[in-house]
């Protein structure tokens, strides 16, 4: 946790709630203001990303709620999953009925999961501060890094689809986001240079995901993104 990230979250109403074996440390800002935002961090992130994006929210009207995911920031340690992490912002979202969610990385992954699990969730708009595309793809790019083997992948997707019902193949951000009815219209945001998640990937999501606009911005990076000034200025122009 860096120090500036810290004093955000100190500026929040704070609760802990429990959530299967994890206590989840949860942040509220802007409490009363009558629209309300919600915030997805992504993987090995947490709530405090969100800093300057929170401060912009409060000042637009917004009563802002985020949550560290299990095992992330605050929130208890322990194993968890894409799909657990589904779970709790579902849970969050029903009780919230956000009018806008602006999620991060992976987290765009498990809003994209969210929508597709929870139909009677209405939101006017989605922001995508990046995105992946394509599990398979990131278990690929992970197996390469640490040089894990074919035959360890294999057990791995087959694991993931005994456990899920889910073909690996379909877990792919283009499945997720085809066909969304609840949602009337999202942006994605991602910077050319992101050495994290390739621009490639919310191309791929953009095309085939209905009423989405993709801006795409120069030299920033997987994390400062979200403290850009110029991405402050597309999310408040988008919001105003």
Same mark, same amino acid.
Request: hydrophobic share 40%; net charge negative.
């Given at each position: 946790?860096?120090?500036?990230? =810290?004093?955000?979250?100190?500026?929040?109403?704070?609760? !802990?709630?429990?959530?299967?074996?994890?206590?989840?440390? !949860?942040?509220?800002?802007?409490?009363?203001?009558? @629209?309300?935002?919600?915030?997805?961090?992504?993987?090995?992130?947490?709530?405090?990303?969100?800093?300057? /994006?929170?401060? %912009?929210?409060?000042?637009?009207?917004?009563?802002?709620?985020?949550?560290?995911?299990?095992?992330?920031?605050?929130?208890?340690?322990? =194993?968890?999953?894409?799909?657990?992490?589904?779970?709790?912002?579902?849970?969050?979202?029903?009780?919230?009925?956000?009018?806008?969610? /602006?999620?991060?990385?992976?987290?765009?992954?498990?809003?994209?999961?969210?929508? @597709?699990?929870?139909?009677?969730?209405?939101?006017? =708009?989605?922001?995508?501060?990046?995105?992946?595309?394509?599990?398979?793809?990131?278990?690929?790019?992970?197996?390469?890094? &640490?040089?894990?083997?074919?035959?360890?992948?294999?057990?791995?997707?087959?694991?993931?689809?005994?456990?899920?019902?889910?073909?690996?193949? =379909?877990?792919?951000?283009?499945?997720?986001?085809?066909? &969304?009815?609840?949602?009337?219209?999202? %942006?994605?945001?991602? +910077?050319?240079?992101?050495?994290?998640?390739?621009?490639?990937?919310?191309?791929?999501?953009?095309?085939?995901?209905?009423?989405?606009? &993709?801006?795409?911005?120069?030299?920033?990076?997987?994390?400062? /993104?979200?403290?850009?000034?110029?991405?402050?200025?597309?999310?408040?122009?988008?919001? +105003?």
């Amino acid at each position: 946790m860096r120090d500036f990230e =810290d004093e955000i979250l100190n500026k929040s109403e704070q609760k !802990t709630i429990s959530f299967g074996a994890f206590q989840i440390q !949860t942040y509220l800002w802007g409490i009363g203001n009558e @629209r309300k935002a919600i915030c997805v961090h992504g993987w090995e992130g947490q709530a405090g990303n969100f800093g300057a /994006i929170v401060n %912009l929210l409060v000042d637009q009207g917004f009563e802002v709620f985020a949550a560290d995911a299990p095992g992330h920031g605050y929130s208890s340690r322990g =194993d968890t999953s894409m799909f657990e992490y589904i779970d709790l912002v579902n849970q969050i979202a029903t009780q919230e009925q956000p009018e806008i969610i /602006i999620s991060h990385s992976f987290g765009s992954v498990v809003t994209a999961g969210v929508f @597709r699990r929870n139909l009677d969730l209405k939101v006017k =708009d989605w922001i995508m501060v990046t995105t992946p595309h394509n599990f398979r793809e990131r278990i690929m790019d992970v197996s390469k890094a &640490l040089n894990v083997t074919h035959r360890t992948v294999d057990r791995l997707v087959n694991l993931i689809e005994t456990s899920t019902g889910e073909q690996i193949d =379909d877990l792919n951000m283009s499945e997720f986001t085809k066909d &969304l009815p609840h949602l009337e219209k999202a %942006l994605i945001i991602h +910077s050319k240079h992101d050495k994290i998640l390739p621009i490639e990937t919310s191309r791929k999501v953009h095309e085939t995901m209905p009423n989405s606009e &993709l801006i795409e911005l120069e030299n920033l990076g997987h994390y400062k /993104i979200l403290w850009a000034e110029e991405v402050l200025d597309i999310i408040k122009n988008r919001i +105003s």
